[in-house]
């Protein structure tokens, strides 16, 4: 049997952007860490740091979908070299800013205009394969946990590498490899046009937001307390680290956890699953929700770094049956921004767990802390659970019923199974 993998691999061009883009968004395993770790060394308190990268989240969620919408009309070569440009200079001010003890309001200034020309190269990249892989979902649905995979081995690399650079080097140093990383990877996506989507102009003028197609807002809900589950465990897990004595285990108890979802993703997307990807999002995340029960009432490290690795295992899988699920949702034109309105509320969460986490540790300590990443993980499922129907619906309505599997009842007679 052919490998799935190698078969959309093979696509022309197909290689040739995803390493680009993989290259361009490994900063988004690095900032958020980078930002914690500069002003927590810096200044040593957390609150600040949590806040700093909460902010940097939540300017990238409120800004993504428009920046989204620019790139669906324009164009990703007309918009990614501009936006990317402005970015970078926003971060190098913010480095200069925490070094010289400048006053907080400039900090909070500088991370919400570099958060807010972030590009979203995941999204851009999902809209890529979308492009090439028109009218296959089945390997678009391979495409895109192969993309999965990739950003979870960011995040296995990334963590330790900004732990490492910071830590051992210089405390700005993760944030000058994700200004390098993000420039060079930005060049390289922008000038392959051959698997570029077409811009869709006066089609993407106007009109109404991918937000409010069927099912999209759910989708994007549940997002939000996927961020708020990875924001908060990114900083209370650096806390937790550093609370036993030992800063540069956060970096590899982090990776652990990409890991983990890295194997269960690449497992996942070679399989064909026949399965509506609303009743996957269902179960995924109910795996989701019991395994992260553990996590505070946890007190060795090395205890964590087994747990983390099983629960990493839960993770890619609601990831990619969510952003298949969306693809399938929001028609082309709108493709990016619906897949940006995903990482939008990521960010969202990101940006309110962040903040949370880094009071609640500084009050309570990184245990009790760990209590917002598994009130993420529960509410994750309950909000899947408690959207089902409308998902259902929404499902329905964007394959159309030649589309849905079919079961044979007693009598003989096929009949579209729900």
Not at 55 to 84: I, K
Not at 129 to 134: I, V
Not at 319 to 334: K, M, Y
């Amino acid at each position: 049997m052919a490998n799935p993998y190698v078969d959309v691999l093979r696509r022309p061009g197909a290689m040739a952007m995803s390493s680009a883009a993989f290259v361009a968004r490994m900063p988004i395993a690095m900032i958020g860490l980078g930002i914690v770790l500069l002003v927590s060394l810096q200044t040593g308190k957390y609150a600040l740091a949590g806040a700093l990268s909460a902010s940097e989240a939540l300017a990238n969620a409120a800004c993504g979908p428009m920046l989204a919408r620019l790139v669906d009309r324009l164009g990703q070569h007309r918009v990614l070299p501009w936006v990317t440009a402005g970015h970078v200079l926003a971060l190098a001010t913010f480095v200069f800013l925490v070094v010289e003890q400048a006053p907080v309001p400039l900090l909070f200034l500088a991370v919400i205009v570099q958060g807010a020309l972030m590009p979203n190269i995941g999204a851009m990249i999902r809209a890529r394969w979308a492009h090439l892989l028109a009218g296959d979902p089945p390997r678009l649905r391979t495409a895109f946990a192969f993309e999965s995979v990739i950003d979870e081995l960011i995040f296995v690399v990334g963590p330790p590498l900004a732990t490492i650079l910071a830590v051992s080097v210089v405390g700005w140093g993760a944030l000058a490899a994700c200004m390098v990383l993000i420039s060079v990877g930005t060049a390289l996506l922008s000038v392959q046009l051959r698997t570029e989507p077409p811009p869709s102009g006066a089609r993407a003028r106007g009109g109404r937001s991918a937000l409010r197609y069927p099912g999209v807002a759910a989708v994007a809900f549940v997002f939000v307390l996927l961020g708020g589950l990875f924001g908060s465990f990114e900083v209370v897990t650096v806390a937790f680290a550093q609370h036993h004595g030992i800063e540069g285990a956060a970096g590899w108890l982090l990776g652990l956890y990409s890991l983990g979802s890295g194997v269960a993703g690449l497992t996942l997307g070679a399989l064909r699953l026949k399965t509506a990807l609303h009743r996957q999002l269902l179960v995924t995340s109910a795996v989701l929700a019991l395994v992260m029960l553990p996590f505070p009432f946890i007190t060795s490290v090395w205890v964590l770094g087994v747990v983390a690795l099983l629960s990493g295992l839960a993770c890619s899988p609601v990831l990619i049956s969510a952003f298949a699920l969306v693809e399938r949702l929001v028609p082309n034109a709108r493709l990016t921004e619906g897949l940006v309105w995903t990482n939008a509320g990521l960010g969202l969460g990101l940006a309110l767990s962040a903040a949370l986490a880094g009071h609640v540790i500084d009050t309570r300590g990184p245990n009790t802390a760990y209590l917002i990443s598994t009130a993420c993980a529960l509410g994750t499922f309950l909000a899947v659970a408690l959207t089902f129907r409308s998902l259902d619906r929404a499902w329905r309505g964007a394959v159309g019923p030649s589309q849905l599997p079919t079961e044979r009842s007693r009598d003989g007679q096929e009949r579209t199974s729900r």
